[in-house]
């Protein structure tokens, strides 16, 4: 059976940092891409990052690539979102999508597994 847990979600301020984990069970990530998506109240799911099996590439939303950086431990079966420099508007639910493609994107309808979401809080 194939599941996706996050964690790591909370309540920061401002200029703060967290890290996601995403970990998975009856598959490995070392031939899965892995994608980080989040929604916020009122708003459209949007892609964040997303981390290619094929090659180790990683790929953001043009606004967060200096602030985020998504990693693989494979030993751990195990995908990290760095969240750095938090702000309020990255307050949502983060949620961890696994494509069976060897590339990934940042379009939802391309992720066949999901994580129930973990809630990121950042107050100014």
């Known amino acids: 059976e194939v599941e996706v847990v996050e964690s790591g979600g909370g309540s920061v301020q401002a200029g703060e940092s967290l890290r996601l984990s995403c970990a998975a069970s009856?598959?490995?990530?070392?031939?899965?891409?892995v994608a980080w998506f989040r929604q916020a109240p009122g708003k459209e799911r949007e892609g964040v990052s997303c981390?290619?099996?094929?090659?180790?590439?990683?790929y953001y939303k043009d606004s967060l690539k200096d602030r985020f950086t998504i990693s693989t431990d494979n030993a751990k079966n195990t995908v990290y979102l760095q969240m750095d420099s938090l702000k309020p508007g990255d307050t949502a639910v983060y949620y961890c999508?696994?494509?069976?493609?060897?590339?990934?994107?940042?379009?939802?309808?391309?992720?066949?597994?999901w994580g129930q979401g973990t809630q990121v809080s950042v107050s100014s």
């Open positions: 999508a696994v494509t069976l493609y060897i590339f990934c994107g940042l379009e939802a309808d391309e992720y066949n597994y």
């Open positions: 009856g598959f490995t990530f070392d031939d899965r891409s």
């Open positions: 981390i290619s099996s094929s090659d180790g590439s990683a």
